[in-house]
């Protein structure tokens, strides 16, 4: 601010705000603390004309399921996940669900793995930083509905084309089972435990 030729630098706290006669001249921004970073960011999902298809995605009101492989060469395909993410990807469209295809892999990385397995995948080309930020299992599948996560598969784990009749549902059922799973432990290790203790008194 200026005053009779004089210039001074207030702050909020000391700012003439009742002292009219101080005019504006400049301001200076400071940084005092960096902002929130998303941990997944360079969300850019680019197909094969360039076209961002992210908002897309994201925005999507139907379910979509991503298959995720950072780098396709690198990826585990054999014993069956290829086939079995392939029918998997052809039960879906049946039930609406339309799947894409992630990777950071070069256009003749594509070209030999879609030649070699004819799999017929909606591949969309994106940073690989951000897809191991997503998923570390190469492949992984991702199901979004309006953007928000409703399920991640490792490839030994894939799940069955019947349940996503309703995304929400499955979602629900995957966590129920995982609790189930949790519970049966406890109970085997508390077992475990007792059974040890009554050898040891013995």
Known sequence: MEKDGKQKSFTAENYPYTDTTWVFVSNDTKIIKEGYEPPIHDFVLNDLEGVDQAQNILNSEAPVLLVISSQINKGHW??????????????????????????ASSDDQITKFEFDGDAGFDYLNADETMLKTVIRSNPGLVLLQKGNVMGKWHYNDLPDPASFKNPISYSLGQLIQQQNLLLLLCYALGGLIFLILFMQKK
């Open 78 to 103: 054999q014993n069956g996940i290829l086939e079995n993410i392939i029918e998997l990807k052809q039960k879906l469209y049946e039930q609406g669900i339309h799947t894409h295809f992630l990777t």
